[in-house]
């Protein structure tokens, strides 16, 4: 991120940085600029001396609005434009300590994972060379095996036969004749070698021994349950006392190459610098998505009868916002740099019946905007891979071209908006219904039908979906 004299790249001004979440996200502008320069922040802090760096908290956020207006997904594209582990979690599933549930820790020991697949994917793919060299090797030994070496009896071994040999290691092996076999070998492995990569012996059938990847032990039956206090993970450690189990399987050459590759790229992995480089990464680049947030609120702050567990769990969240140290498998993560951007739509509870540490944890507050007509219409065909390119893309497997017309598009936000407005409002996951309704005909008959070419027109739009829009009854059953 930053450049050997210290200075900032020009690669993630906060102007770039909403440019690039305006190709798949529609309006929001606020909510864009307060990420923005949050991510822009971290790469200035990085830029700086170590003792002032390390002093420079991250300013969390806290999105406010309804379901659907796009919170999670700006965090999500976030994330994915930084290289960054990103964790999405749902306030609700955690509970207060003691209780039956997930503990907030595993916050952390989630996103630590994700990093550690992060780093693990980064690593096999810079030692794909080496490994597929290993690989084809390994597989040549299988093709050509070679051939077993002759040893005659040694000193030793005669006193106790008499001083004789065996009338097979009186034989004394000419060494001219085993550098010519040995030459000779070499050139079958060479023409071997460079038929496999020319691709002649790809449908050939081999046995070979590969991992076997399935595991007998299992200490826990609940994901994160074998992961103790201290980090430990009892079907790890047990798994590295008991010996790796091979089995046999018979497949073409290409495949076998391909499991052959993947297994010496494992092996060429130095698993102490992944650990390593993973820690550091969630630490300093981690974003943690906190969803439902406002599930978790007492309203009005009062904190009786069985809503004294939801204020618990904002409780064991605060330390972790604040920062603190959290036990993986890996080592310790600090929890300080990590990004928490919160979300809820707040629709029963207000920001301010949020505990008053945790409030002041999440100082930047954003407020999304409900989806009007206009943003509708943008969501449906402007983003990359919008929902309308996405049917367009579907139906054309089927040698049909589907097309929208512009009122179309228009009528579907319009009635789209309608259903928000008067039912409960899930903002542009309304159209997915809506989307599903309106070609549910067209995508069951189009494989049988002989049209080039089929247009959505507002009238179609009309026909299809005002009476579910109407229809009171049908739509308690719908989105």
Same mark, same amino acid.
Do not use: W
């Given at each position: 991120?930053?450049?050997?004299?210290?200075?900032?790249?020009?690669? !993630?001004?906060? #102007?770039?940085?909403?440019?690039?979440?305006?190709?798949?996200?529609?309006?929001?502008?606020?909510?864009?600029?307060?990420?923005?320069?949050?991510?822009?922040?971290?790469?200035?802090?990085? #830029?700086?001396?170590?003792?002032?760096?390390?002093?420079?908290?991250?300013?969390?956020?806290?999105?406010?609005?309804?379901?659907?207006?796009?919170?999670?997904?700006?965090?999500?594209?976030?994330?994915?434009?930084?290289?960054?582990?990103?964790?999405?979690?749902?306030?609700?599933?955690?509970?207060?300590?003691?209780?039956?549930?997930?503990?907030?820790?595993?916050?952390?020991?989630?996103?630590?994972?994700? #990093?550690?697949?992060?780093?693990?994917?980064?690593?096999?793919?810079?030692?794909?060379?080496?490994?597929?060299?290993? #690989?084809?090797?390994?597989?040549?030994?299988?093709?050509?095996?070679?051939?077993?070496?002759?040893?005659?009896?040694?000193?030793?071994?005669? =006193?106790?036969?008499?001083?004789?040999?065996?009338?097979?290691?009186?034989?004394?092996?000419?060494?001219?004749?085993?550098?010519?076999?040995?030459?000779?070998?070499?050139?079958?492995?060479?023409?071997?070698?460079?038929?496999?990569?020319?691709?002649?012996?790809?449908?050939?059938?081999?046995?070979?021994?590969?991992?076997?990847?399935?595991?007998?032990?299992?200490?826990?039956?609940?994901?994160?349950?074998?992961?103790?206090?201290?980090?430990?993970?009892?079907?790890?450690?047990?798994?590295?006392?008991?010996?790796?189990?091979?089995?046999?399987?018979?497949?073409?050459?290409?495949?076998?190459?391909?499991?052959?590759? &993947?297994?010496?790229?494992?092996?060429?992995?130095?698993?102490?610098?992944?650990?390593?480089?993973?820690?550091?990464?969630?630490?300093?680049?981690?974003?943690?998505?906190?969803?439902?947030?406002?599930?978790?609120?007492?309203?009005?702050?009062?904190? /009786?009868?069985?809503?004294?567990?939801?204020?618990?769990? &904002?409780?064991? !969240?605060?330390?972790?916002?604040?920062?603190?140290?959290? &036990?993986?498998?890996?080592?310790?993560?600090?929890?300080?740099?990590?990004?928490?951007?919160?979300?809820?739509?707040?629709?029963?509870?207000?920001?301010?019946?949020?505990?008053?540490?945790?409030?002041?944890?999440?100082?930047?507050?954003?407020?999304?905007?409900?989806?009007?007509?206009? /943003? !509708? &219409?943008?969501?449906?065909?402007?983003?990359?891979?919008?929902?309308?390119?996405?049917?367009?893309?579907?139906?054309?497997?089927?040698?049909?071209?589907?097309?929208?017309?512009?009122?179309?598009?228009?009528?579907? =936000?319009?009635?789209?908006?309608?259903?928000?407005?008067?039912?409960?409002?899930?903002?542009?996951?309304?159209?997915?219904?809506?989307?599903?309704?309106? !070609?549910?005909?067209?995508?069951?008959?189009?494989?049988?039908?002989?049209?080039?070419?089929?247009?959505?027109?507002?009238?179609?739009?009309?026909?299809?979906?005002?009476?579910?829009?109407?229809?009171?009854?049908?739509?308690?059953?719908?989105?």
């Amino acid at each position: 991120m930053t450049t050997a004299n210290n200075q900032l790249t020009p690669e !993630l001004t906060p #102007a770039k940085i909403i440019e690039h979440l305006n190709r798949y996200i529609v309006g929001q502008d606020k909510a864009k600029r307060s990420v923005a320069i949050a991510l822009r922040n971290r790469i200035r802090r990085r #830029a700086l001396p170590p003792e002032i760096s390390r002093e420079i908290m991250p300013k969390n956020i806290l999105m406010v609005g309804p379901t659907g207006v796009g919170k999670t997904e700006i965090a999500r594209r976030l994330a994915t434009l930084s290289n960054a582990p990103f964790v999405k979690v749902e306030a609700t599933k955690f509970t207060e300590v003691g209780y039956v549930g997930r503990d907030v820790e595993t916050i952390i020991r989630d996103l630590t994972e994700f #990093a550690v697949s992060m780093v693990r994917k980064k690593m096999i793919e810079e030692v794909q060379k080496p490994a597929l060299e290993r #690989a084809e090797q390994k597989l040549l030994d299988v093709l050509l095996p070679r051939p077993e070496k002759k040893f005659s009896m040694p000193d030793f071994m005669k =006193a106790f036969t008499g001083g004789k040999d065996d009338e097979d290691d009186n034989k004394q092996e000419d060494p001219q004749e085993s550098a010519l076999e040995e030459e000779k070998n070499a050139r079958t492995r060479k023409r071997f070698l460079k038929m496999m990569r020319e691709g002649k012996l790809d449908t050939r059938e081999v046995e070979i021994e590969i991992n076997d990847s399935t595991s007998p032990i299992s200490v826990f039956g609940s994901p994160g349950m074998d992961i103790m206090g201290m980090g430990i993970n009892i079907n790890e450690m047990l798994g590295g006392i008991m010996p790796k189990k091979t089995k046999k399987r018979s497949m073409t050459v290409k495949e076998a190459l391909r499991i052959l590759q &993947q297994e010496e790229a494992e092996k060429l992995i130095d698993s102490d610098a992944m650990a390593k480089e993973a820690l550091d990464l969630a630490q300093e680049d981690g974003i943690v998505f906190l969803d439902e947030i406002d599930k978790v609120v007492v309203k009005g702050g009062s904190s /009786h009868g069985p809503d004294v567990s939801r204020e618990g769990v &904002q409780r064991d !969240l605060l330390p972790i916002v604040e920062g603190s140290v959290v &036990q993986t498998r890996y080592g310790p993560v600090k929890t300080d740099h990590i990004l928490f951007i919160a979300a809820g739509a707040f629709s029963g509870v207000k920001p301010s019946d949020l505990i008053p540490e945790l409030q002041g944890r999440f100082p930047i507050r954003v407020e999304l905007e409900p989806l009007s007509i206009e /943003h !509708l &219409q943008q969501i449906l065909t402007e983003p990359e891979n919008s929902l309308i390119r996405q049917y367009e893309a579907l139906i054309s497997t089927e040698g049909t071209e589907l097309t929208f017309t512009e009122e179309a598009t228009q009528e579907i =936000a319009r009635l789209a908006h309608k259903m928000n407005s008067e039912m409960e409002d899930i903002g542009a996951r309304r159209l997915h219904t809506m989307m599903e309704q309106l !070609l549910e005909e067209i995508s069951f008959n189009v494989s049988d039908m002989d049209e080039e070419k089929i247009e959505i027109t507002a009238e179609m739009v009309k026909e299809k979906l005002c009476g579910l829009v109407e229809n009171r009854d049908i739509r308690r059953y719908l989105l």
